[in-house]
């Protein structure tokens, strides 16, 4: 069998995405703005990404509050923590492996 690299999950593959859902997987929840300011997102980007990571399934986001007083807190689903521990194994996996030689022999040591 030929030798072939995992599948990385191109949702998460991504920076911001990966700083968002990093966040969360460690927080039990964090409000919008934190997040601005912890991944260094301007509002516009973030708000693009966490939709792509809800549509998904992997946030849920509540909304609490209306006009200047609103307030967006975002959590990480269960399936969100699948794909985030997923995509870490597989990053992990091609960095130990490494890629076998034409031979299909890896290099030790």
Known sequence: MA????????????????????ALDSLE?????????????????LSVQIKLLQEADYLQVDKS????AARSTCCITHKGMEALHAYEQGLRRM??????DMDGKRKLG
């Open 65 to 68: 509050g209306s006009g200047p």
């Open 3 to 22: 030798f072939k690299f995992p599948v990385i999950n191109p949702l998460l593959h991504n920076e911001l995405r990966l700083k968002i859902m990093v």
């Open 95 to 100: 960095f130990a492996e490494g890629v076998p």
């Open 29 to 45: 929840s964090a409000n919008f703005m934190y997040l601005c300011e912890i991944t260094g997102a301007t509002r516009g980007n």
